[in-house]
């Protein structure tokens, strides 16, 4: 389906002061943002500087082994230190998960379309295509479900982008959000994990 992927020929809308976002059209993203308290702030400092470092010899577009590296260094380093479950975890309520839920499904189809998510007790995978600014549909999906959680404000000012590239690219994504309990040793009831038709087949 033309569209749907990254085109590396097509310059994609750059936006965000503290980690650069980017949004080409409707093209599929893959979303991580977690609460405020999911991570120690001195571990965030260090790896923030470091990326930046990194970033500044390693400017995008990336190709597939850049890419990787990044994901080495950066990425995966941080989605371990999510998966040890720091911080309140206010996402281990059920409710308030349920809550989550409800916003992520609101616009569906309309706003958005939504191929899968997982939500884990301090931090959120979501796997969708975009059919608004991508800043403004992240920041109204945090912003409501913090007022209907009614806790204040829960979430991290920013949060984690990746445009899908191709088939297998989503598939992995797909992966990726499916076993991410497993990975974390959740018992079932600590996590919701959502998928369309079209991940359920991958």
């Known amino acids: 389906m033309a569209g749907e992927f990254f085109d590396p020929e097509t310059p994609p809308e750059k936006h965000g002061d503290l980690l650069p976002h980017w949004q080409q059209g409707e093209v599929m993203q893959f979303v991580t943002f977690r609460l405020g308290d999911a991570l120690p702030k001195e571990k965030v400092k260090l790896w923030l500087a470091q990326r ?16 990787a590296e990044y994901h080495k260094e950066f990425t995966w380093r941080l989605e371990r230190w999510l998966d040890r479950g720091a911080g309140s975890c206010l996402l281990r309520d059920p409710v308030a998960r349920n809550t989550l839920s409800e916003v992520l499904m609101a616009f569906q ?53 990746t445009l899908i590239r191709d088939v297998d690219h989503f598939a992995n ?24 038709p079209r991940a359920q087949r991958v």
């Open 173 to 196: 994504a797909v992966r990726y959000i499916r076993n991410n309990p497993v990975k974390a040793t959740l018992p079932e009831g600590a996590f919701t994990l959502w998928q369309s």
């Open 109 to 161: 189809g309309e706003r958005y379309e939504h191929h899968a998510s997982v939500i884990m007790p301090n931090h959120v995978h979501v796997l969708f295509a975009p059919h608004v600014p991508l800043e403004k549909l992240i920041q109204a999906w945090k912003s409501t479900s913090a007022n209907r959680i009614g806790k204040g404000p829960i979430w991290q000012r920013n949060y984690r982008d």
């Open 52 to 67: 930046k470092i990194w970033l500044t010899h390693h400017p995008k577009p990336w190709n597939p082994a850049t890419e």
